[in-house]
């Protein structure tokens, strides 16, 4: 649910945290045109209305080992609510799948998912993945290059 009390201080305060989770209040405060308590209470009031969700650092995957991107496709046997949920939970269970999307037509999910190398996603993709209950198919492609990897969504400016 969108959230419509936003004023143009708040996008521009989402923005600059969106392009910089790091920044600090003072500099945060300078760059919407407050000062450093106003910009604080803005922030807090944002996080708390779940706006803004959270704070991470976004990590080069090969630099830690993971080479391969790759999308997978899952279809279920049953899209019965409760067999919905249960491949939602099997997924979250799965530290490798790094996003799960419900998609409708003839997919049921999209999965992004990261391996070491291609042999370690033959072992993933068969000992977690097309062995879960109630999956019916799935169909992979790996990531040749990435040509956008945008963070965040875009935010209007007045």
Do not use: W
Not at 32 to 52: D, F, H, W
Not at 82 to 109: S, T, W, Y
């Amino acid at each position: 649910m969108a959230n419509t009390n936003l004023d143009a201080i708040d996008m521009k305060l989402l923005a600059e945290l969106q392009a910089d989770g790091r920044i600090t209040n003072v500099e945060l405060a300078t760059k919407v045109g407050l000062t450093a308590p106003p910009c604080l209470r803005r922030m807090r009031a944002l996080e708390q209305s779940g706006t803004i969700k959270s704070y991470h650092a976004d990590v080069d995957a090969s630099a830690l080992g993971y080479t391969i991107t790759v999308f997978a496709m899952v279809s279920l046997k049953s899209q019965a609510e409760d067999d919905l949920k249960a491949f939602e939970q099997h997924v979250r269970a799965l530290p490798d799948v790094r996003e799960c999307h419900m998609l409708n037509g003839e997919i049921d999910f999209i999965l992004k998912i990261v391996a070491r190398d291609l042999q370690s996603f033959q072992e993933f993709l068969t000992s977690n993945l097309t062995s879960a209950p109630n999956v019916s198919s799935v169909k992979t492609s790996l990531t040749i290059r990435t040509a956008k990897d945008e963070p965040g969504v875009p935010i209007p400016q007045a």
